[in-house]
């Protein structure tokens, strides 16, 4: 049987995995409607939520250990990248197209140039973020310089994309304490950003986000090197827990539970330090990618599922985490603009807006998930994976 035509039986899921990505996304979206009314970072309500990206890349190194590491006496690299872009494209596309529609209801002070932007200039951007090529910062049409101008979320899956290019490549093929070193000297790279060090001397132009994690998201020098960061570690540093099966932890009962919550508390964490001891923040930032967040991976796999309504609680929240994640943000432009042009709103009527968007945002990604996602995925493994 030839690669082109090989199926691959799927293996059993880690559904409190699942769970937690699940309640990650929903803390990311909840973080990004706070984000919208803090001054600054220190000050931002769920003010750690933008680890949750950090706790999105251990769960992927996992998880793509367990998928196809001990497939690739089966499948060849082509097909592994076939079955990647199948997985994860379909999302991208519609979180775009998603970020089209609303682009000029998103026109705020912030956001000068969207109603500079020629709908020509538009529809090259819709191509770009479809095919998931990066808006350089000659080509931002929204003022940001962000990966995708038309979904803020979608930085995160271009260094997922190159995760798994590196893994299929590289990582793979490296015995365990080639990777141990690996994920021991990534490392030092996060400590570097965490705690400020920047001994590359590229950090300066973010010193708005000091001793955070904060970035990624450009293609700057220091957003690319931030991004770099973030993904080696928790990626690789996944991959790895994967292949240390001994390093599981089992919490005979609740463990959803606990798992949910640890995972939770890192998120909504205010900020560390104040204004005398910033570095403490850092410090926080680096422990919780550096050793929280592995224990709790190896706790959510180590674990089993209490109950019937926990186990579909956590189906529901594994098949909407994704969509959740890349279609939100668009909404969130659209957010901006509505408080910057109702500065005087009651306090209920912000309320009720951020809860809508955030209920809305729910509904579109179960509906995506039901409507979009599975049938178009479905369509594709039929046609190029059969």
Known sequence: MSDNTLVLTSKPRFEILDGLRGVAAMIVVAFHLFETYSPGPSEQILNHGYLAVDFFFVLSGFVIGYAYDDRWGKMATWNFFKRRLIRLQPMVILGTLIGAFWFYFGDAPDFALVMQTPWWKLLIIVVMGCMMFPTPPSMDIRGWQEVNSLNGAAWSLMWEYIANVLYALFFRKFPLKLLAIFVLLSAFLTIDVALNLDNFALLEARSYAKYTMIGGFGLSPDQLYIGICRLLYPF???????????????????????????????????????????????????????????????????????GKRTTAICKFLGMISYPLYITHYPMIYVQMNWAARHPEAPLGTYIFVAVAIFIVSIAVAYASVKVYDIPVRKWLADRFLL
């Open 236 to 306: 690789f540093g996944g991959l790895l827990l994967y292949r240390l099966s001994k390093w599981r932890i089992n919490l005979s009962h609740g463990g959803m539970t606990i798992c949910s919550l640890a995972v939770a508390f890192t998120l909504m964490m205010p900020h560390i330090g104040g204004d005398s001891h910033p570095w403490l923040n850092g410090l926080y930032c680096a422990v919780v990618i550096l050793f929280v967040y592995p224990a709790i991976v190896a706790a959510g796999a180590g674990s089993t599922l209490d």
